[in-house]
Every structure is written in C-alpha cells, then in structure tokens.
C-alpha cells in the first residue's frame, strides 16, 4: 500500500508542477492581450501565444524564443483585416518575464504580417465579390505563392473575370499584373487587364514599415515586414501597427 502511495505522489508532482506552470504562461498571455487592447482600443483581445516550455524555462535561460499576438478582422488604415506580431528570441529576467513585462527587453527579431482576404483587397480593386485563391493549390488553405487568382467582377461589367497575376516587391512598391486570362473575351481583356493591374507603396500599408514579403495564403494576399535587433516597446507588443508614412 505504501508502494502505491509513494508511486501516486511521485506522478501527482509533476501533473501539479504543469499545471501551475500552464496556468503562469496563461497568465502573460491574458497580461499581454489586455495590455495591447487597452492600448490600441481593439474590440477584443487579441490571440495571444507566449512561447517556450515550461515557462519555467525562462529561470534558467533568461529567454522567450517567442511571443505571438493575432487580431482578426481588425480596423485599421481604412482596412478590415487580420494583422499579426511575432516576436522572436527575448532576451528578458525571470521576474519581468513572469510579470508580463516586456518593455525594454531585446529581441532577435519582430516579424508584421498583414492578410487582406478577398473583401479587403477587393475595396482596393473596387471589386465587392473578390476572391483570391492559390492557382497552383485549390485546398481550402492552400500553400504559398508568389502568383494568384483572382476572381471577381470589373467595375462596368455583369459577369465575373478570372485572372492569374504575379505578386512582386520592387523597392518599397508592390506590383500586381496579370500573365493569364481565363475565359476573358478579347474584347474585354484590356478593360480586365487593366482592372487586376495593381500599384502601391507598401509603407501606407499597416506593417510598420517597407513590405519584404509578398505572397498568396489561405484565400488572402499576405504582406510581411520584419525588423532586427529590437528593443521592445508598447507599440512592438502589438497585433496591429500604423504605415511607415
């Protein structure tokens, strides 16, 4: 009986030990969210991810390897969309670790990404019934590309077009233009061409700075812009930021 006993303490001490470890990063997470909705008045809070387990592990190695923060359908830059914030490799104290402070602390890296979904791009197209999709992978969340279709309907016209076109960043531009006309008339191609030609500066974008990727993911256009070697403030510890210029 005393075997028994022993063995059940000997496997509750590491059971209690996780959860409380579990509930120690559930608690940064709730820090972090409440903290950038407060700040930037989002609707709710955002989807929060403190990386590295346990999190007792920061007491040791003194860093985060990742802190994660995600709002959908979030207004911003007279844009609906999901924006996200990955921060990399903390450098941080157990103690402010474990407080959720992480103002102040260096990071590896800070990685933006902005997804536009067919509504979103489509207001920049002025087209209300845009649907973007992977022409290579037609799965519900598709891989990656750097080439997508496009389908919706020009302004002027009653039927819908489809479109293959090239994604591509040139300097701080972004530069969409069709390779392929799908059961376009030719009487109609310049006016669809010309309709699913697309140039802007990627810093009036959302993403803090100049986009360094570009890419088709799960029916939305992604752009992301990375910095290096941060120093973390409030607005880094946020879902969503405001356009280089």
């Given amino acids: 009986m005393k075997a028994y006993v022993a063995a059940a303490v000997v ?3 590491p059971a209690t030990a996780f959860v409380v470890d579990a509930a120690t990063a559930a ?3 709730r820090h972090l969210a409440v903290q950038a909705r407060t700040q930037d008045q989002l609707p709710a809070d955002p989807d929060t991810y403190v990386g590295g387990f346990p999190f007792a592990q920061v007491l040791r190695s003194g860093e ?31 103690n402010k670790a474990y407080a959720g402070d992480f103002v102040g602390a260096p990071a ?23 649907d973007i999709s992977n022409p290579y992978d037609i799965s519900p969340t598709g891989g990656s590309a750097s080439e997508a279709q496009l389908t919706g309907t020009v302004p002027g016209m009653e039927e819908q077009s489809t479109v293959v076109v090239t994604l591509r960043l040139k300097g701080t531009e972004f530069i969409m233009e069709p390779i392929s ?31 360094d990727k570009v ?22 510890l946020s879902p969503i930021t405001a356009p280089a210029r």
């Fill in 108 to 130: 590896k890296r800070v990685d933006r990404t902005l997804s536009l979904d067919g509504v979103a791009f489509g207001e920049l197209l002025n087209m209300t019934d845009l």
């Fill in 11 to 13: 496997l509750a001490v």
């Fill in 181 to 211: 006309l799908i059961d376009v008339s030719p009487d109609h191609a310049d006016t669809v061409s010309r309709a699913f030609t697309l140039s802007l500066d990627t810093r009036d974008l959302p993403i803090g700075g100049q986009a």
């Fill in 64 to 94: 985060i390897p990742r802190v994660s923060l995600q709002a959908l359908d979030v207004d911003t830059a007279g844009l609906t969309v999901n924006s996200r914030t990955d921060i990399y490799e903390i450098t941080i104290p157990a």
């Fill in 27 to 29: 608690k940064v997470e």
């Fill in 215 to 236: 890419e088709v993911a799960g029916g939305s256009i992604r752009f992301s812009a990375a910095k290096r070697n941060v120093t973390l403030s409030p607005a880094d």
